[in-house]
């Protein structure tokens, strides 16, 4: 069973950073191939929306609101994703959520963490 356990949300004053993580567990190398790992938001009151996503190839892409303050990596093992947010504003605030797309003998399956709250005041 795969598991994605996020840490390092807090709360934060505008325009300071914080640095989000997830690690995957329970993929397997033989039978998985991670598609794409991103990171998810939701404000209070509103819906799930992207923020950014990397590709096994590298590719990134980034929600416009985020472009040029965030930055999504990830480990050499492919299993824990990063997203570095930089300059954060209050309307930065929401729950992140972890997700990897993965193939699975050819399966597609979408894994969520649990979340994890950002909080940015002004």
């Known amino acids: 069973q795969v598991q994605l356990v996020e840490s390092g949300g807090g709360l934060v004053q505008a325009g300071g950073p914080l640095r989000l993580s997830c690690a995957a567990s329970?993929?397997?190398?033989?039978?998985?191939?991670?598609?794409?790992m991103g990171w998810y938001r939701q404000p209070p009151g509103k819906q799930r929306e992207l923020v950014a996503t990397?590709?096994?190839?590298?590719?990134?892409n980034y929600a416009d609101s985020v472009k040029g303050r965030f930055t999504i990596s990830r480990d050499n093992a492919g299993n824990t994703v990063f997203l570095q947010m930089n300059s954060l504003k209050p309307e930065d605030t929401a729950v992140y959520y972890c997700?990897?797309?993965?193939?699975?003998?050819?399966?597609?399956?979408?894994?969520w963490g649990q979340g994890t709250q950002v909080t940015v005041s002004s």
């Open positions: 997700n990897v797309r993965r193939l699975r003998l050819g399966v597609e399956l979408n894994d």
């Open positions: 329970g993929i397997s190398s033989f039978i998985d191939v991670i598609v794409v």
């Open positions: 990397i590709s096994r190839g590298g590719n990134t």
